[in-house]
């Protein structure tokens, strides 16, 4: 396992290139500054793991240095490197957050043993904050079939749950891969038919006269083939759910006997008369835009209506921010674990990866990718290259104005400009005249890791 990364900050060069030299022997990752201005760009740009500071220093201090590192990276802790006997300033830095302080001249033995207690004490708040957020992630994620915690699927969670327990129609849209299936059983299970069936029908996948004899099964002798009576589908949902997939592909024929079944619950076999009645609730999904269609004349308005009582809609898998790791992490258990292969997690540079791609496949895509990815890998983690894709901007392809959100407008002038900056949130940050802060928050939000840079 590798090393952390170490930042020395002194103003003095012989104290400094000193302090470089044995703990790079010590196999850590030393980067070096002479003031707290060119520390901070470089913990801005590298993300150390620990920093050791000089208290007095020209430009910026190790005081003022300390201050902005506990409001931009609290999470890093700070060795302040004091005078002979400067109990008050070490006392000062102790109360504005520093890990700990070594006086001058420098015992090198003391000096390793500080920077191992405090990475193991930075290491144990993120095994804590970890725990924390596998405990929040539990409460939340609560349905069953859908995994995530971003925003965007609470308030999907927080809709199935509402809805579950009526017997109002609910049309789910969104785009192919997104879960749409998963949220329609999901509602099922929430809801008082929970011990009756579920049932589920592609429509887009049966030409006419075979969908209707699937909706709606068919009499004996109705056509060619039709040895004996079927039972159709809606009758298999009798005091359940049917979810009717891609609703937006049946032809307009078969709209006409579906609106009657969702207005009487009564509807007649394939070549028969008699009426049969069913009590079924209906959940429909499509990708398709269907208040367009029925503009274009292609879906028809009243049955729309009836699908349109409530609506969710499944977000893309872009749009979930840290949603992509944990699926990610998900997919290479389940894979794991399938394969009999010990594959323990992601690389840094595989994970940065992740959540930098598009995926215009959502959470589909996202697992056919890491189940490629296990089988292929040849060690015991997920590398760069394991990953069957290209990478892609971080940019994520333009907004379309009008159109889009001023959220996604926001979101696509940071990334863009952090490509366009290679990667440096600083310079970014003074291209868009935002702070540095709110960069790395939003990047937080959206989920993207950029790839720490490596030491020359």
């Not at 302090?19 to 740009?45: F, H, N, R, S």
């Not at 995530?148 to 809709?159: C, D, E, F, L």
């Not at 009426?275 to 049955?303: C, I, M, S, Y």
Request: charged share 30%; glycine share 8%.
């Amino acid at each position: 396992m590798s090393k952390a990364r170490i930042l020395v900050v002194d103003d003095e060069a012989s104290a400094r290139n000193g302090l470089v030299k044995l703990l790079t022997q010590e196999e850590y990752v030393v980067d070096a500054a002479a003031d707290g201005k060119e520390g901070l760009e470089i913990i801005l740009e590298k993300a150390p793991d620990l920093v050791v500071t000089d208290l007095k220093m020209p430009v910026m201090g190790g005081m003022d240095l300390l201050a902005r590192v506990k409001e931009q990276a609290p999470a890093i802790p700070v060795i302040m490197v004091t005078a002979l006997g400067d109990v008050s300033s070490a006392v000062l830095a102790m109360r504005a957050g520093a890990a700990d302080y070594l006086s001058k001249p420098i015992d090198f033995g003391a000096l390793l043993v500080t920077i191992e207690r405090s990475l193991e004490r930075r290491e144990l708040a993120a095994e804590a904050e970890n725990l924390r957020r596998q405990l929040r992630q539990r409460d939340q994620e609560g349905l069953e079939g859908l995994l995530g915690t971003s925003p965007a699927m609470n308030k999907v969670y927080r809709m199935a749950r509402q809805v579950a327990p009526s017997r109002a129609t609910v049309l789910i849209t969104g785009e192919s891969g997104t879960g749409k299936g998963e949220l329609a059983r999901a509602i099922h299970t929430l809801s008082p038919r929970a011990k009756a069936p579920f049932v589920a029908l592609h429509c887009a996948a049966l030409a006419e006269s075979l969908l209707e004899s699937e909706l709606f099964g068919h009499e004996r002798g109705s056509f060619t083939g039709a040895d004996k009576r079927r039972t159709g589908r809606f009758e298999q949902a009798h005091n359940g759910t049917l979810f009717l997939d891609e609703i937006g592909e049946i032809p307009q024929p078969t709209q006409v006997k579906l609106l009657r079944v969702l207005q009487e619950r009564t509807f007649e076999r394939v070549g028969g008369n008699e009426p049969v009645h069913v009590d079924v609730r209906l959940l429909a999904a499509t990708n398709k835009d269907l208040a367009a269609e029925v503009r274009e004349g292609r879906f028809r308005e009243d049955l729309y209506y009836r699908l349109h009582v409530v609506h969710v809609e499944m977000p893309p898998l872009r749009l979930r921010g840290n949603d992509v790791a944990m699926l990610a992490d998900h997919f290479l258990r389940k894979f794991a674990r399938e394969n009999h292969k010990r594959v323990d997690g992601f690389a840094e540079a595989a994970r940065a990866k992740l959540v930098g791609h598009r995926w215009s496949g959502n959470v589909r895509e996202l697992e056919n990718a890491v189940e490629r990815a296990v089988v292929l890998a040849e060690g015991n983690r997920i590398e760069e290259d394991d990953l069957p894709f290209d990478g892609t901007p971080i940019a994520q392809g333009p907004v379309r104005i009008p159109g889009a959100t001023m959220a996604e407008i926001e979101k696509y002038a940071i990334l863009s400009t952090l490509e366009a900056a290679n990667g440096s949130t600083a310079r970014a940050a003074d291209i868009l005249d935002i702070s540095v802060r709110t960069i790395q928050y939003r990047l937080h939000e959206y989920g993207v890791v950029l790839p720490r840079a490596r030491s020359s």
